[in-house]
């Protein structure tokens, strides 16, 4: 019943109060929620990119590309798919001369891998026997 008497201040409507109560609630958890977003991207910067990247990626996915992107796009899909192959064969082809240049061919790792198997073969036998005699002149 609405408040009649001039002097009597009006006292507050319950709802009004309440949605007060939830709006202030619902900014404190917005602020909190903004928050810990900021710490989480400084904490881990390139796991909120790889997220932002795999967002992305599904979302591109999914929204069907219209004709004139097709027809816009299309050129520029070849040249970088033609520019990332010729990079792949050049670093390729560069990385097999370097090691080729190092003496590390398929021939010259297997005959390191080999020497380090024996010299490890070697070590461990060394060792043995010396625990071996270090356990006689022990015991005599």
Same mark, same amino acid.
């Given at each position: 019943?609405?408040?009649?008497?001039?002097?009597? =201040?009006?006292? =507050?409507?319950?709802?009004?109060? %309440?949605?007060?109560h939830v709006f202030e609630q619902s900014r404190d958890q917005a602020r $909190?929620? *903004?928050?810990?977003?900021?710490?989480?991207?400084?904490?881990? =910067? /390139?796991?909120?990119?790889?997220?932002?990247?795999?967002?992305?990626? /599904?979302? *591109?996915?999914? /929204? =069907?590309? @219209? $004709? %004139?992107?097709?027809?816009?796009?299309?050129?520029?899909? %070849?040249?970088?798919?033609?520019?990332?192959?010729?990079?792949?064969?050049?670093?390729? +082809?560069?990385?097999?001369?370097?090691? +080729? *240049?190092?003496?590390?061919?398929?021939?010259?790792?297997? $005959?390191?891998?080999?020497?380090?198997?024996?010299?490890?073969?070697? *070590?461990?036998? @060394?060792a043995g026997q010396a625990g071996l005699d270090a356990a006689r002149n022990?015991?005599?």
């Amino acid at each position: 019943m609405p408040n009649t008497h001039r002097n009597e =201040p009006e006292k =507050p409507v319950p709802s009004l109060e %309440k949605a007060q109560h939830v709006f202030e609630q619902s900014r404190d958890q917005a602020r $909190d929620a *903004a928050r810990q977003a900021a710490q989480s991207i400084e904490a881990n =910067p /390139i796991g909120v990119l790889v997220g932002g990247l795999v967002v992305g990626a /599904i979302a *591109a996915a999914l /929204i =069907p590309r @219209s $004709d %004139k992107e097709r027809e816009l796009l299309a050129p520029v899909g %070849k040249r970088i798919s033609t520019t990332a192959t010729a990079a792949l064969a050049a670093a390729k +082809e560069n990385g097999m001369a370097e090691l +080729e *240049a190092r003496g590390l061919t398929r021939d010259g790792a297997r $005959d390191q891998a080999r020497q380090l198997f024996e010299g490890v073969t070697k *070590a461990m036998a @060394s060792a043995g026997q010396a625990g071996l005699d270090a356990a006689r002149n022990k015991s005599a």
